[in-house]
T-cell receptor, first 114, second 113 residues
Framework: DTGVSQNPRHKITKRGQNVTFRCDPI?????LYWYRQTLGQGPEFLTY????????KSRLLSDRFSAERPKGSFSTLEIQRTEQGDSAMYLC????????????FGEGSRLTVL | AQSVTQPDIHITVSEGASLELRCNYS??????LFWYVQSPGQGLQLLLK??????LVQGIKGFEAEFKRSQSSFNLRKPSVHWSDAAEYFC???????????FGQGTELSVKP
C-alpha cells in the first residue's frame, strides 16, 4: 500500500487570508491527487500530478487555488483570499503499487474559514 | 462523463442483519470500481475493488460486492453487520487507463443493537 502524510491536520483562518497545505508521500509514485470533501458529501476531485506536471484540473479549482509538485515528490495546495465556502477537508491521495486503479488517501487537512 | 449514484443517503440495520448498499455508475466502457469506508474522524479506507475477472469480489471486514454490467451496478453486501460497521460508505468509479476516481455522495450506515 501507499500512504501519505498531510499537514497541517487542522487550520482555522479568517476570510481573506491565504493558507497552504502540504502532502508528503510515504513511498514514491509518479501520480499524486488532491480532493476536497465537504460535510455529508463524497470526495470531489480537484487536480492531479504526474511527476511535476499538473495533468488535470477540475472546474472546482478556481483561480484562487494553486497546486504544485516541484520535485515530483511532495505537493502543496495553496488557497488565496479564502472564503467561507472553502471550508472543507482537503485530501491527498496516491495510487497503490499494483496499478489497479485504487487510491490511498491521507487523513486530510481540515480547513475552517471564519 | 463518469458519474456514480448512491441512492440511499442513510440506512439503518440491526446488528446481525444482512446489509446491501446500492451503487450505480455511468461510464462508457467497463470501469474500475471501488468501495471505501470512512468512520467518523477517520480517513478513507479501501474496502474492495473490481478491475477484471470474477464479478463477485471479496474485501476486508467480511464485505463483498458484485459487478453487474447489465445493470451498471456494483452493490456492496455483508451477511451479518457488526456495530463497528457503522460508518459512511462511498462507491467510486475509475478509468482503467488511469487518472482520477469519481465518488458517489455516500451512504451513512447506522447499526441498531
Amino acid at each position: 500500500d501507499t500512504g501519505v502524510s498531510q499537514n497541517p491536520r487542522h487550520k482555522i483562518t479568517k476570510r481573506g487570508q491565504n493558507v497552504t497545505f502540504r502532502c508528503d508521500p510515504i513511498s514514491e509514485h509518479n501520480r499524486l491527487y488532491w480532493y476536497r470533501q465537504t460535510l455529508g458529501q463524497g470526495p470531489e476531485f480537484l487536480t492531479y500530478f504526474q511527476n511535476e506536471a499538473q495533468l488535470e484540473k477540475s472546474r472546482l479549482l478556481s483561480d484562487r487555488f494553486s497546486a504544485e509538485r516541484p520535485k515530483g515528490s511532495f505537493s502543496t495546495l495553496e488557497i488565496q483570499r479564502t472564503e467561507q465556502g472553502d471550508s472543507a477537508m482537503y485530501l491527498c491521495a496516491m495510487p497503490g503499487t499494483r496499478n489497479t486503479g485504487e487510491l490511498f488517501f491521507g487523513e486530510g487537512s481540515r480547513l475552517t474559514v471564519l | 462523463a463518469q458519474s456514480v449514484t448512491q441512492p440511499d443517503i442513510h440506512i439503518t440495520v440491526s446488528e446481525g442483519a444482512s446489509l446491501e448498499l446500492r451503487c450505480n455508475y455511468s461510464y462508457g466502457a467497463t470501469p474500475y470500481l471501488f468501495w471505501y469506508v470512512q468512520s467518523p474522524g477517520q480517513g478513507l479506507q479501501l474496502l474492495l475493488k473490481y478491475f477484471s475477472g470474477d464479478t463477485l469480489v471479496q474485501g476486508i471486514k467480511g464485505f463483498e460486492a458484485e459487478f453487474k454490467r447489465s445493470q451498471s451496478s456494483f452493490n456492496l453486501r455483508k451477511p451479518s453487520v457488526h456495530w463497528s460497521d457503522a460508518a459512511e460508505y462511498f462507491c467510486a468509479v475509475g478509468d482503467p487507463r488511469g487518472g482520477k476516481l469519481i465518488f458517489g455522495q455516500g451512504t451513512e450506515l447506522s447499526v441498531k443493537p
